[in-house]
C-alpha cells in the first residue's frame, strides 16, 4: 500500500497521534498508555502498565462480558494479554532450553510426534503393488501442497513469475476448490 491509498484526513490523524505520542515520551516521567503499539515493545515483560492491563482483564472475566464500545476496548484489552503471555511462554521455552531446571518443576515436553512421507511415488508404489490399497484410494488420501507445486512450477517454466502463475492456475482451475479457513477476531478498518 502506498500513502496515495489512504484518504488524507486519515493519514493527517496518523500524524498527529504520531506528533502526541513524540511529545508524550519527552517527559520526565511518561504515562505508560498500553494500546497496539505494545507488541512492539522489548519491555513488554516488565511493564506495570501491561501488569495493570492483565488485572483489568482478570477482573472483567467474573463480570458478563461486555458488548458494544466497552466490548471493542475489551477484546484489545485481552488481544494485548493474550499476546503478552504468548511472549512469556516463549522466553521461559527459551529459558528452560538453556537452563533446564530454573523455574523449578516446568520442563519442555518433547512435543508430538508425526510421520512424513519423504517418497511420495514411491509410497505410492509400496501402496498400490501390495493390492490393499487402489490408486484412486492413495490419491484420496494424498495432500497437494498448491503453494510448493505452483514454486517448482514457476521455477521450471521459464517464464516471468506473473505468466507462469496465471498458466499454473488455469491448468489447476478444473481440480482445486478456494477453501477458507475460521476467520479471526480482528478489528475492522476505520479512519480515525
Known amino acids: 500500500m502506498h500513502a496515495k491509498d489512504f484518504p488524507p484526513e486519515y493519514l493527517i490523524a496518523v500524524h498527529r497521534e504520531l506528533l ?26 516488565v511493564c506495570p502498565s501491561a501488569s495493570m492491563e492483565i488485572e483489568l482483564v482478570e477482573r472483567k472475566i467474573a463480570y458478563p462480558l461486555p458488548e458494544g464500545k466497552d466490548g471493542e476496548v ?4 485481552v488481544k494485548r ?16 532450553h538453556d537452563d533446564p531446571g530454573c523455574v523449578g518443576i516446568w520442563r519442555i515436553s518433547e512435543g508430538d510426534e508425526y510421520r512424513s512421507i ?18 484412486d484410494e492413495f490419491m484420496e488420501c494424498c495432500d497437494g501442497h498448491i503453494g510448493k507445486l505452483e514454486k ?39 479512519l480515525l
Open 20 to 45: 502526541a505520542t513524540i511529545a508524550a515520551g519527552n517527559v520526565a516521567d511518561p504515562k505508560a498508555t498500553p494500546g497496539w503499539y505494545c507488541r512492539y515493545c522489548t519491555g513488554r515483560l
Open 74 to 77: 475489551f477484546i484489545d484489552q
Open 81 to 96: 494479554v493474550s499476546s503478552l503471555c504468548d511472549q512469556i511462554i516463549k522466553h521461559y521455552k527459551k529459558r528452560l
Open 118 to 135: 519423504t517418497d511420495l511415488e514411491g509410497a505410492f508404489v509400496a501402496l498400490v503393488s501390495d493390492g490393499h490399497i487402489t490408486q
Open 152 to 190: 517448482k512450477y514457476c521455477n521450471r517454466a521459464g517464464k516471468p513469475a506473473v505468466q507462469a502463475k496465471k498458466e499454473f492456475n488455469n491448468l489447476l482451475a478444473p481440480v482445486v476448490e478456494l477453501k477458507r479457513k475460521a476467520g479471526s477476531l480482528e478489528k475492522a478498518k476505520e
